[in-house]
């Protein structure tokens, strides 16, 4: 089997600065693949159809990149919330969004999403927040709870609901004393 030198050749003379520059544009490729594919449900079937496609498509999909996170990073299941903080800073949303944790101790932690491409260019749209809280309520539960099955999430905030101007989303994840 070829090791990834002789599998991408391309890549080995890139600087660190050029690697970075890649991933970056691969989650902002996925993300323009995401909301191409959402606007064409929406246009064909409305609104709530693509949202509820959304939202199954998320179930799915979040499940993928956690497992495919935690082989990558060494990240044991059932690694409470230091693994689903690790887990959280390599999702491809990392790369193209402004992110932090806040509140961490061992059984709890708050993560903020402080800049969201998809909300910041609506903003400079002038449209309204996209209301994504039913996709998120599903996608950030089955990532935490394919990290840690233990870890319960809360939204505390996400559009559609009213939100303070440094933060479009917030997150609470919980590891539940007794849960298995």
């Given at each position: 089997?070829?090791?990834e030198s002789?599998?991408?050749p391309?890549?080995?003379?890139?600087?660190r600065?050029?690697?970075?520059g890649l991933l970056?544009d691969?989650?902002?490729?996925?993300?323009?693949?995401?909301?191409?594919?959402f606007?064409?449900?929406?246009?064909?079937h409305?609104?709530?159809?693509?949202?509820?496609?959304?939202?199954?498509s998320?179930r799915?999909?979040?499940?993928?990149?956690?497992?495919?996170?935690?082989?990558?990073?060494?990240?044991?299941?059932?690694?409470?919330?230091?693994?689903?903080?690790?887990a959280?800073?390599?999702?491809?949303?990392?790369f193209?969004?402004?992110?932090?944790?806040?509140?961490?101790?061992?059984?709890?932690?708050?993560?903020?999403?402080?800049d969201?491409?998809?909300?910041?260019?609506?903003?400079?749209?002038?449209?309204?927040?996209f209301?994504?809280?039913?996709?998120?309520?599903v996608?950030?539960?089955?990532?935490?709870?394919?990290?840690?099955?233990?870890?319960?999430?809360?939204?505390?905030?996400?559009?559609?609901?009213?939100?303070?101007?440094d933060?479009?989303?917030?997150?609470?994840?919980?590891?539940?004393?007794?849960?298995?």
């Amino acid at each position: 089997m070829l090791d990834e030198s002789e599998r991408f050749p391309q890549l080995t003379d890139l600087s660190r600065g050029q690697l970075i520059g890649l991933l970056q544009d691969a989650a902002k490729n996925w993300l323009a693949h995401d909301g191409t594919w959402f606007q064409a449900v929406e246009r064909e079937h409305g609104m709530d159809v693509a949202i509820r496609a959304d939202t199954e498509s998320w179930r799915h999909f979040t499940v993928v990149e956690a497992k495919r996170i935690m082989k990558r990073h060494g990240i044991k299941e059932g690694g409470g919330i230091s693994a689903l903080v690790k887990a959280l800073s390599y999702r491809f949303y990392a790369f193209i969004n402004v992110q932090d944790v806040v509140e961490q101790t061992n059984t709890r932690v708050v993560f903020h999403m402080r800049d969201c491409r998809v909300q910041s260019a609506r903003k400079r749209k002038g449209l309204a927040d996209f209301p994504c809280k039913p996709v998120g309520l599903v996608e950030y539960e089955y990532f935490a709870g394919t990290i840690d099955p233990r870890i319960k999430t809360r939204c505390l905030y996400c559009p559609p609901d009213e939100h303070p101007r440094d933060s479009f989303c917030a997150w609470e994840f919980i590891v539940e004393e007794g849960a298995k």
